[in-house]
Nanobody, 124 residues
């Protein structure tokens, strides 16, 4: 089992940047593919980015491609989401999730463990 703790959220102006971190404890993070999801008020939770166990493959939602970067440091048991050129539409609670699968998990059902979420607010 693995525990996930997100950090790095906050208030940022349009066009700004934030880096979210997801620290894991319990089993080491290299046992899991990882994903970042987000849920905006009144909307369903959606995948933002995903990364395989080794970090060799990544996936990005169309809405964030070219602006966000997912990465992982298995030695530090941490996964990151670098967010640049933030827009008001990026305002949401961001969740880190861990999947026992070997590929890229694109749906919530692929993920076994979830963090508590961190709020990102982009203001104009």
């Amino acid at each position: 089992q693995v525990q996930l703790i997100e950090s790095g959220g906050g208030l940022v102006q349009t066009g700004g940047s934030l880096t979210l971190s997801c620290a894991t404890s319990g089993r080491t993070v290299n046992n899991y593919a990882m994903g970042w999801f987000r849920q905006a008020p009144g909307k369903e939770r959606e995948i933002v980015a995903a990364i395989t166990r080794s970090g060799g493959r990544t996936y990005y939602a169309t809405s964030v491609r070219g602006r966000f970067t997912i990465s992982r440091d298995n030695a530090k048991n941490t996964v990151y989401l670098q967010m640049n050129s933030l827009k008001s539409d990026d305002t949401a609670v961001y969740y880190c999730a861990a999947s026992g699968g070997y590929g890229l998990g694109l749906g919530e059902s692929n993920y076994n463990y979830w963090g508590q979420g961190t709020q990102v607010t982009v203001s104009s």
